[in-house]
């Protein structure tokens, strides 16, 4: 089993910045791509950020330029950077990797959630 645990949320002004972080442990073999999601009150989970292990990233259109996401794969984590931030951003950000476990199966794991609000 992997077990994803985030940490570095927070509030904070219009304008500031955020660094949001994601340890992976467990029985990992491989770890495939690792994320970031996120969800806001009354709206579906979306997908703002991805990083392939080889270091490709993607970004949702509404954090291009703003948000910045890197990994360690030495230490399976994955960094989310996020600067200028917007009211609009407010969300629950989840972490979320496809990975290899002990079963053999690449599956997907989440982390638990961290609260991001951003005041106006």
């Known amino acids: 089993q992997v077990v994803l645990v985030e940490s570095g949320g927070g509030l904070v002004q219009a304008g500031g910045s955020l660094r949001l972080s994601c340890a992976a442990s467990g029985n990992i073999f491989h770890m495939n791509t690792m994320g970031w999601y996120r969800q806001a009150p009354g709206k579906q989970r979306e997908l703002i950020a991805t990083v392939t292990s080889g270091g490709t990233t993607t970004y949702a259109d509404s954090v291009k330029g703003r948000f910045t996401i890197s990994r360690d794969n030495a230490k399976n984590t994955v960094v989310l950077q996020m600067n200028s931030l917007k009211p609009e951003d407010t969300a629950v950000y989840y972490c979320?990797?496809?990975?290899?476990?002990?079963?053999?199966?690449?599956?997907?794991?989440w982390g638990q959630g961290t609260q991001v609000t951003v005041s106006s």
């Open positions: 979320n990797c496809n990975a290899l476990g002990s079963d053999m199966r690449y599956r997907d794991y």
